[in-house]
C-alpha cells in the first residue's frame, strides 16, 4: 500500500496567518491527491482534488500543489472558520490511503 | 441535491455482525462508485471498501478482507457493507461516499453523516 505521511500534526496559528502543510507519499503518485477539511463532529468535506484544482464553492485562500511524492496544502490568510483538521488522501490506486491529519489550532 | 444516508450502526459483541446501509438520492446512482470510509474514535481517516458503479470491482482493505462484503442494488439506489466478524478495532464512525466524478480517478465528493459502529463486550 501507498504510505501518506503529514506534517505536522499539529500546527498553532493565528487568524491572517499563512500556513503550510505537507504531504509525502511513498512512492510515485502523479497528481492523485486529494485534501480534506473535518470539523470535529462532521464528515470531511473536499477542499482541492488533482493536487491543485479547488473545489467549487472552497475559499480561494485555498492552494494546494505538488506532484509525484510531495504535496502541500496552503492557506492564506487564516479565518477563524478555518481552525480544523486537514487529511490528504492519495486515489492513485486502491487501496485508498489518508494522511493521518494536520489540527490547525488557534496559537 | 446530492445525499447519501447511513444506518445500521450500532452495539455488537466481538465475532458478531452487522449490516450497514447506504440510500443515495439526488444524482444518478448507476453512474458512480461507492465507498466506504471508517474513522475510529479520535483517530484518522481509514479506507475500507469501494464497489463500482455495476458492481463488475469490488475492493477491500486488507484489514476486512474476507470479514467485510460490500455490494448495491441499484434498483434501489442503495449500498450495503455486511460486516460478519467484527472486532474491537473495527469500532468507528462509517461514512458511506461517493466519486467526485463518474469515471477515472476520482478523489470523494460528497459524504455520509456517518453511522457509529461500536464493537465491545
Known amino acids: 500500500d501507498i504510505q501518506m505521511t503529514q506534517s505536522p500534526s499539529t500546527l498553532s496559528a493565528s487568524v491572517g496567518d499563512t500556513v503550510n502543510m505537507t504531504c509525502r507519499a511513498s512512492q510515485s503518485i502523479s497528481v492523485w491527491v486529494a485534501w480534506y477539511q473535518q470539523k470535529p463532529g462532521k464528515a470531511p468535506n473536499l477542499l482541492i482534488y488533482k493536487a491543485s484544482s479547488l473545489e467549487s464553492g472552497v475559499p480561494s485562500r485555498f492552494s494546494g500543489s505538488g506532484s509525484g511524492t510531495e504535496f502541500t496544502l496552503t492557506i492564506r490568510s487564516l479565518q477563524p472558520d478555518d481552525f480544523a483538521t486537514y487529511y490528504c488522501q492519495q486515489y492513485n490506486t486502491y487501496s485508498w490511503t489518508f494522511g493521518q491529519g494536520t489540527k490547525v489550532e488557534t496559537k | 441535491e446530492v445525499q447519501l444516508v ?64 460490500t455490494y448495491r442494488d441499484n434498483a434501489k439506489n442503495s449500498v450495503y457493507l455486511q460486516m460478519n466478524s467484527l ?17 477515472g ?8 453523516q456517518g453511522t457509529l459502529v461500536t464493537v465491545s463486550s
Open chain 2, 6 to 69: 447511513e444506518s445500521g450502526g450500532g452495539l455488537v459483541k466481538p465475532g458478531g455482525s452487522l449490516r450497514l446501509s447506504c440510500v443515495v438520492s439526488g444524482f444518478s446512482f448507476n453512474s458512480y462508485n461507492i465507498n466506504w470510509v471508517r474513522q475510529a474514535p479520535g483517530k484518522g481517516l481509514e479506507w475500507v471498501s469501494c464497489i463500482s458503479s455495476s458492481s463488475n470491482y469490488i475492493y477491500y482493505a486488507d484489514s476486512v478482507e474476507g470479514r467485510f462484503t
Open chain 2, 87 to 103: 472486532r474491537v478495532e473495527d469500532t468507528a464512525v462509517y461514512y458511506c461516499t461517493r466519486d467526485r466524478r463518474s469515471s
Open chain 2, 105 to 112: 480517478y476520482s478523489a470523494v465528493g460528497y459524504w455520509g
